[in-house]
């Protein structure tokens, strides 16, 4: 499974940004997708995600209302909506995926991007 993560960039705060988690093949259709997230000097944390289905979504509590995880399948693609965004979101995101039915758990994730860097200016 091959995943390209697209759509980072600098904004202020208060802003949006879509990130892009492109995917090989059919991989979404047997894959749940998370995307995490790791500032300069902090551990990586879970962000997202969202079930092979589609029907099924998490989120970390300090992004709940303000991101939104989507999917469209038709262009093997996930999306990462970021609105409202502060500081603390600046971070480097990457997207993951697993075949796991265990898919909000950070461990179960084995296929990896390349992150995107988004910056928030203050």
């Known amino acids: 499974v091959q995943l390209q993560a697209s759509g980072g960039g600098l904004v202020q705060t208060g802003g949006s940004l879509r990130l892009s988690c492109a995917a090989s093949g059919r991989a979404l259709s047997v894959h749940a997708v998370g995307w995490f997230r790791q500032a300069p000097g902090k551990e990586r944390e879970f962000v997202a995600a969202?079930?092979?289905?589609?029907?099924?979504?998490y989120y970390a509590d300090s992004v709940k209302g303000r991101f939104t995880i989507s999917k469209d399948s038709t262009k093997n693609t996930v999306y990462l909506q970021m609105n409202s965004l502060k500081p603390e979101d600046g971070a480097v995101y990457y997207c993951?995926?697993?075949?796991?039915?265990?898919?909000?758990?950070?461990?179960?994730?084995?296929?990896w991007g390349q992150g995107t860097l988004v910056t928030v200016s203050s």
């Open positions: 969202i079930s092979r289905s589609g029907g099924s979504t």
């Open positions: 993951a995926a697993t075949p796991s039915p265990r898919w909000n758990i950070d461990s179960e994730y084995i296929y």
